[in-house]
C-alpha cells in the first residue's frame, strides 16, 4: 500500500471513530439537561413504602407511605392506570397477589379498584393523588411509571399531578417513552431512567442491549440513572456519572446490600429491612 493510500485509510478510520463515538454520545443523552438536586441523592429511599409485609402494613400502601415519611425516607411508589385512566399504585398489573381477586388493574375501574383490600387487611388499593395527599410534601417522592405499551394518558395525569404537588418529586421508569412523554407535558419534573438485567423480560435482543447499556437516553434525556444493584459497576452507568448524572441502585434488601450498593452508586432504594434505624 502507497504512503497515500495509507493515509487515506487512517483517515477514513478516524472518520469512522469519530462517528461512532458521536452517535453513542448521542444515544446515551449527552449530558443532563440540568444540574441535579441535592435531594434526589440526601439518603435511602424507602422501595415502596416501609412496609412489613403483614395487612396491617402492605408495600405500596398509604399505611407503608405515612410510615417511611415519619421516619424521614424518601419513597418509591409504583403506578398504573386504571381501564378508566385513574393512576393507581399497585406494582403488579396481575391483581391476584397483593388483593387475591382475579383480574388486571388495566382492566378494572378506580370504583372498582377501591373496593378491593390490600392483603386481606384495612388498607385500600390507593390512587396516586391518594398517595401524595398522605405523604404531604413531608419527604420527595420517586414515581415509577409501569408501561410497557403505548403512552399516553398515565404518562399526562403523572406528570400533571407532579407538576401540580408542592413537595418534591421525580418521575422514573424503564420506558424511555415513557419520560419523554412527561418531559413534553411537564419538562420540570426530574427525570429517571431505569434499566438494569433485562434477558428476562420478552424484549428483542436489539431492545435489551440498548436499553441495558442506556442507549435510548437520547429519548428520555433523563436527569439521574437508577440501576440494578446485582449489575453494578457497568460501563454504561459509570458514564452517566461522568456527564453529571447521579445513580441510584435498586433495590437493597438488607443492611449489607445497602452498604455494598453505597460503595457503587450516590443513593440506594432500599427494601425494609435494608432501611436504616431511626
Not at 7 to 31: C, E
Not at 181 to 192: M, Q
Amino acid at each position: 500500500m502507497s504512503k497515500r493510500a495509507a493515509a487515506i485509510t487512517s483517515a477514513v478510520l478516524v472518520l469512522l471513530l469519530a462517528a461512532v463515538a458521536g452517535a453513542f454520545a448521542w444515544a446515551t443523552g449527552g449530558r443532563p439537561p440540568r444540574d441535579p438536586s441535592a435531594w434526589l441523592t440526601a439518603g435511602p429511599i424507602a422501595h415502596r413504602g416501609q412496609w412489613d409485609g403483614t395487612p396491617r402494613v402492605p408495600e405500596n400502601s398509604l399505611a407503608a407511605f405515612d410510615a417511611a415519611a415519619a421516619r424521614g425516607f424518601a419513597i418509591e411508589l409504583d403506578v398504573l392506570s386504571s381501564s378508566d385512566g385513574v393512576t393507581m399504585v399497585m406494582h403488579d398489573d396481575e391483581l391476584a397477589r397483593m388483593t387475591g381477586a382475579p383480574g388486571r388493574v388495566s382492566e378494572t375501574s378506580a370504583a372498582a379498584l377501591a373496593e378491593l383490600r390490600l392483603l386481606g387487611g384495612d388498607e385500600p388499593v390507593p390512587t396516586l393523588a391518594e398517595a401524595l395527599e398522605t405523604i404531604g410534601g413531608r419527604v420527595p417522592v420517586f414515581v415509577e411509571i409501569k408501561n410497557r405499551g403505548g403512552v399516553g394518558t398515565l404518562e399526562d395525569d403523572v406528570a400533571r399531578q407532579l407538576a401540580a404537588y408542592a413537595g418534591e418529586a421525580v418521575v422514573m421508569s424503564f420506558n424511555p417513552y415513557s419520560l419523554a412523554r412527561v418531559a413534553k407535558t411537564a419538562p420540570e419534573v426530574p427525570r429517571g431512567q431505569l434499566s438494569g438485567d433485562l434477558s428476562e423480560e420478552g424484549l428483542a435482543w436489539y431492545e435489551v442491549f440498548l436499553l441495558e447499556n442506556l442507549m435510548m437516553d437520547w429519548s428520555s434525556k433523563p436527569d439521574f440513572i437508577a440501576y440494578d444493584l446485582d449489575e453494578l459497576p457497568s460501563l454504561g452507568t459509570s458514564l452517566q456519572r461522568l456527564r453529571g448524572r447521579p445513580l441510584l441502585a435498586w433495590t437493597a434488601e438488607d443492611a449489607a446490600e445497602r452498604l455494598k450498593a453505597e460503595g457503587l452508586a450516590d443513593a440506594v432504594i432500599c427494601d425494609p429491612d435494608a432501611l436504616p434505624r431511626r
